[in-house]
């Protein structure tokens, strides 16, 4: 099996299960409190590995407590973790709301996230040279972000671009990745546009190919989403479930797409694998505790 690489974010989550999401200056009770391993890169690369994947992780902890708990909890899911260098800031945190019917609302504060910089890249340059596919969020600082993306490319890795928290993206960086993984609020603000409405998909993704994106997967949650293949621009459908908790939704997505092309499987297969790893992972609660394993996966699968 080809070596995934991750690059990016580790977050401990602070998680406040609510009845609904407050208002704008509303006070309300929250009905629980808990911490769960998070942060999207780590989120991947959990999501990857419990499935049988083969994967490394490169990222930036503080030497306090949350940090050794992230750690160990990458070693505990058997990501490799010769790139995880810990530093004096404090690890990051994420403060998640989550309301009765799985939406969610979150406030990241980045911490030891954005010390990640391009010379600890050169120093685990060896690691990308290991890899196959290199997947990068954008929790990390922007240029580190570019500088990870042109080395992977540089080296004729593979490239996930999942561009959340999203901002405005150069075509450099696009015409860098393989494949750009992004849900339709993060499609608003790449393209610059307000509101896009649903007949308009099409036309705002093919604005970013002629920008030089390669492979475009636009994800619409219940909906299913788009895909470009070659020249088309294809649909695919979500499993119908009852959404319990929807944090890890698009990373589980993401680790499941990349542990599916590491398999060496065409992009519509890996899109109908991870679109059955997303509709179970909705379903529990918490970030990686709700990422399933083949088995689990296998046996929802049947049911459905």
Same mark, same amino acid.
């Given at each position: @099996? ?11 989550? %602070? ?17 629980? %409190? ?22 490394? @992780? ?83 600082? @922007? ?42 609020? $993060?499609? $608003? ?38 895909? *470009? ?16 908790? *929807? ?24 899109? $109908? ?28 699968? $049947?049911?459905?």
């Amino acid at each position: @099996m080809k070596h995934i690489l991750v690059i990016g974010s580790l977050n401990m989550d %602070l998680v406040v299960k609510v009845e609904k999401l407050p208002k704008l200056g509303e006070t309300i009770l929250g009905e629980t %409190l808990y911490e769960n391993p998070g942060g999207k890169g780590a989120n991947q690369a959990v999501a990857a590995a419990k499935l049988g994947g083969n994967v490394s @992780m490169i990222g930036k902890l503080g030497k306090d407590n949350y940090g050794e708990q992230l750690l160990l909890n990458l070693k505990d899911n058997n990501i490799k973790t010769e790139g995880i260098i810990r530093c004096d800031d404090i690890t990051g945190t994420a403060v998640i709301e989550v309301d009765s019917k799985g939406n969610n609302s979150i406030v990241v504060i980045p911490g030891s996230n954005l010390k990640l910089s391009k010379e600890d890249l050169d120093s685990a340059s060896d690691l990308i040279d290991k890899a196959d596919i290199v997947i990068l969020q954008q929790e990390i600082p @922007m240029d580190t972000v570019e500088y990870a993306l042109e080395l992977a490319a540089e080296k004729g890795k593979i490239t996930i671009l999942n561009p959340a928290p999203a901002v405005k993206i150069s075509e450099k960086v696009l015409a860098v990745t393989d494949f750009l993984i992004l849900n339709e609020t $993060e499609l $608003e603000i790449i393209s610059g546009k307000e509101s896009i409405p649903e007949t308009e998909y099409i036309y705002t993704i093919n604005e970013l190919r002629n920008k030089g994106a390669k492979n475009i997967i636009l994800t619409l949650g219940e909906k299913g989403g788009m895909y *470009t293949e070659g020249e088309e621009i294809k649909e695919y459908k979500a499993l119908k479930v009852k959404a319990v908790d *929807t944090t890890a939704a698009g990373d589980s997505f993401i680790g499941a797409f990349a542990l599916k092309l590491a398999e060496n499987a065409g992009v519509s297969d890996a899109l $109908e694998f991870a679109v059955g790893v997303s509709a179970l992972t909705v379903t529990r609660s918490g970030a990686q505790q709700s990422l399933p394993t083949q088995e689990e996966l296998k046996l929802f699968l $049947e049911s459905k």
